[in-house]
């Protein structure tokens, strides 16, 4: 879809029909999230509430889909139809059902599609803005320490609404799928699909350099930073004016997770020790230490003045990773 260019097209559609979407994380801002029929992005935090609501599905209209993103086969059921409208074939197991694949031109396909009369269907989209409370409450109930979360929020509120965020690949990824409001398409950069980790701060560059105009501020957790921290010296010798926010929780957080679901021993998944502490300097870029809500606030809101890269330490509880994911 971001490809297409048919976001206008894609937008009338939804609307002119009422249809409840589901997105990938890519997709995000492709359809308004806030007062619209969105009902969440498949395969991250609480996915389980988001197929909840899925759950009625009769049929899928699936639009630009990639399966690199998200396969078919892990949330769709053998026994739902397919109209899969894209620029190439279907990319699924035998067994499932596509009646129906429009290839080609992706704008023109919707074009001729908004001719069609207004369908009737069974949609409760009253329970859809129930199920967009439920879901935002979800992820951000029941942590009384400074968690993932509540960075994100303070972000999301400071950051201007033409702002980009860049996310690096990590547990802070699934957070953002569900709960970051994004305005319109490209203002998300995320790499998904091969989840290349340390894509941030490079691609962040790369946003700041390409979009001047526009505020970037880039999102990394621990493994992504000292990955690719050493470029921070390319953005202070460019003098690009980026927030570079590190989610500090000490250790590789998704891996964590996933190894204590399958009841294997944490291995290798620690980073920084307890005696950990930040400097003040990263070649030659400043560096903020954020250890609360309030004091993360301060530090978004003065790294943002900075005509130069500014990097904020902020340390988090990874306690709420646990039953998101």
Known sequence: MNRAGATRELREFVDKHRLPVVSTLLAKGQVLEEGSQFVGVLGRARREIVAEYCKPADLIIAIGYDPVEFNYEEWVRKDIPIIHIDTVPADIAAGYSIPCEVIGNIREVLEALLVIPKLEHRWDLDALRKHRVKLYRSLTSGQGRFSPHHAL????????????????VGAHTHLIGQLWETEGPGHLLVSNGWSSMGFAI????????ARSDRPVLACVGDGGFLMMVGEISTAVRLRL???????RDNFLSLIKVKQARKKFHSYGVEIFGSNYRPSDNLFGA???????EQGFRDALSQAF?????????????PAEYDEMI
């Open 241 to 247: 004016p980026i927030v570079f926010v590190l989610l």
């Open 305 to 317: 003045m900075e005509n130069e890269p500014v990097v904020i330490d902020t340390l988090v509880d």
């Open 202 to 209: 490079p691609s962040a560059i790369a946003a700041k350099l």
């Open 153 to 168: 929020l303070a972000m999301r509120e400071t950051l201007p609404k033409d702002g980009l965020l860049v996310s690096d």
């Open 286 to 292: 400043r560096v903020i230490a954020a250890r609360d």
